[in-house]
């Protein structure tokens, strides 16, 4: 099982929709979660953090539940330019080891 | 302010060849990483150093070394590449110091072995 696991892609959404992504962590010693955005094969580029209580960025909503090891990701009024990869990310405690969930494919179509 | 640079941008191996895969980062970072992605796999921890003088393996070690040069520096060895290796890698670096804050990552190097 891997460490950090994704909902499968792709997900194909009409512009306007809202759409979520589910992330699984299986390691409690986690400490800091983030998403990320990759477009087209390039570099990964932060998205936001992801906070205990919660935070929003505009359209973007992201929520951590340390109980049962998740976090979440919500995309709300869905624009053609969020087409990408949106990969979980978790950092470990000891070590700062980053360790990336395998993403999932975002698809908005007109 | 360059952030990552890596190099080179692609290359072409035979089996059994080797490379090193260039990495550095004027961020003053202390951790620095190695990943490989492939398709569907998402970006798999090869290699990391959470400070200068150490380092630890990741998911995917072998077939790899690497050398935490100094603060600046991180290089990927390929001793003799394999067509398995075939990938797309992208270095990485963030401050474990501060753990809340974001990882920067180089453009990638893609490499194919045949």
């Known amino acids: 099982r891997k460490e950090v696991e994704q909902d499968p892609g792709p997900f194909n959404v009409p512009e306007g929709a809202t759409v979520a992504f589910n992330c699984t962590y299986s390691?409690?010693?986690?400490?800091?979660f983030f998403w990320y955005r990759q477009d087209c094969r390039k570099e990964p580029k932060l998205l936001m953090s992801?906070?205990?209580s919660g935070n929003e960025d505009g359209r973007f909503t992201a929520q951590l539940n340390r109980a049962s090891q998740y976090i979440s990701l919500l995309i709300r009024d869905s624009k053609l330019s969020d087409s990408a990869t949106y990969l979980c990310v978790v950092i470990y405690n000891q070590g700062g080891k980053l360790i990336f969930g395998q993403g999932t494919e975002l698809s908005v179509k007109p | 302010n360059a952030g990552v640079t890596q190099t080179p941008k692609f290359q072409v191996l035979k089996t059994g060849q080797s490379m090193t895969l260039q990495c550095a980062q004027d961020m003053n970072h202390n951790s620095m990483y190695w990943y490989r992605q492939d398709p569907g796999m998402g970006l798999r921890l090869i290699y990391y150093?959470?400070?200068?003088?150490?380092?630890d393996k990741g998911e995917v070690p072998n077939g790899y070394n690497v050398s935490r040069l100094n603060k600046r520096e991180f290089s990927l060895r390929l001793e003799s590449a394999a067509p398995s290796q075939t990938s797309v890698y992208f270095c990485?670096?963030?401050?474990?110091?501060?753990?809340?804050?974001?990882?920067?990552f180089g453009q990638g190097t893609r490499l194919t072995v045949v």
């Open positions: 992801v906070y205990s």
């Open positions: 990485a670096s963030s401050d474990a110091r501060d753990r809340s804050i974001e990882a920067f």
């Open positions: 150093s959470a400070s200068e003088g150490t380092t």
């Open positions: 390691n409690s010693a986690s400490q800091s």
